[in-house]
């Protein structure tokens, strides 16, 4: 990336799910282009601190100065956590910009055979988990002039069905109409909310078939631009997003997804 483009210099922001995958690559980037980060996670805390040191290395790498990056521990499912964390970082940092909901989680079953308690942990991390930081976020947006912006990582499986992952599934076609009400209901209020939607992506989520070269040209056969994405590509999308180049973009999830979206199988005419 250009070292001169520091399209979030002096921007504050929240990533949640941020220790590593799509999550850590998105802090990275917000980092590079100037942003001071809170990495949330809920799961190693070594992982945790290495992406913390990783972010350091990275703003001193740019030229920008040092920055007041920070991990933090937090369940996004817990109500009392979320206003804990949001109410935290203003009160250490003084406002908050940019808030990115990428915590998630999934987990294989047969739909008839999918748990009640595994549907409601999934969508409780993916989607109320999301809805409880953007409340939280909002709240302080509309406390202060100058607005803000939430982005979403939503999934290419926000509109594509995904049979197996039923919870997984629901949640980002929530995360949907989650981020397009958000969207509408505070448009005027200097708040932009918007999605991602990645396709198959080399984070640690997809290793049962990243790692497997014979699993991996398996799924890329899938996708018609023929590779996965790197978490990089995805956070340039982030990137793009959270800056003022998408001052009037509201309300819409672009889909990073090398083309899954458009329905490969239709591109030889076998139903004409």
């Known amino acids: ?153 939503s999934s290419v499986h926000e509109i594509v069905p995904k049979p197996g992952y039923l919870a997984y599934s629901v949640s980002k076609g929530g995360m949907g109409n989650l981020t397009r009400t958000l969207a509408l209901e505070y448009a005027d209020r200097g708040i932009r909310v918007n999605g991602v939607g990645p396709g198959a992506t080399l984070t640690d989520m997809n290793s049962a078939w990243s790692d497997d070269p014979v699993a991996r040209r398996k799924v890329e056969s899938h996708i018609p631009m023929r590779r996965a994405a790197a978490p990089a590509e995805i956070a340039s999308v982030f990137a793009f997003l959270a800056s003022d180049d998408a001052a009037y973009v509201t309300g819409q999830t672009i889909y990073a997804c090398g083309g899954l979206t458009l329905y490969g199988d239709f591109k030889s005419n076998w139903s004409s």
């Not at 920008?64 to 109500?79: E, T």
């Open 1 to 153: 990336m250009n070292s001169q483009c520091r399209r979030l210099t002096d921007k504050f922001a929240l990533v949640t799910g941020a220790s590593r995958g799509i999550g850590r690559a998105v802090a990275r980037r917000f980092a590079e282009e100037g942003a001071t980060l809170c990495l949330n996670y809920y799961g190693a805390d070594d992982e945790a601190a290495a992406a913390l040191a990783e972010l350091i290395e990275t703003s001193a790498a740019t030229g920008a100065g040092p920055r007041r990056h920070r991990i933090w521990r937090a369940d996004v499912s817990s109500p009392d956590a979320v206003t804990a964390m949001i109410d935290g970082l203003v009160k250490d940092w003084g406002r908050l910009d940019i808030l990115v909901n990428n915590a998630g989680i999934q987990a294989p079953a047969e739909s008839h055979e999918l748990s009640l308690a595994e549907y409601r942990r999934i969508l409780d991390v993916n989607l109320t988990g999301a809805m409880l930081c953007a409340q939280a976020a909002i709240r302080h947006f509309l406390a202060r002039p100058g607005g803000g912006a939430i982005l979403n990582c």
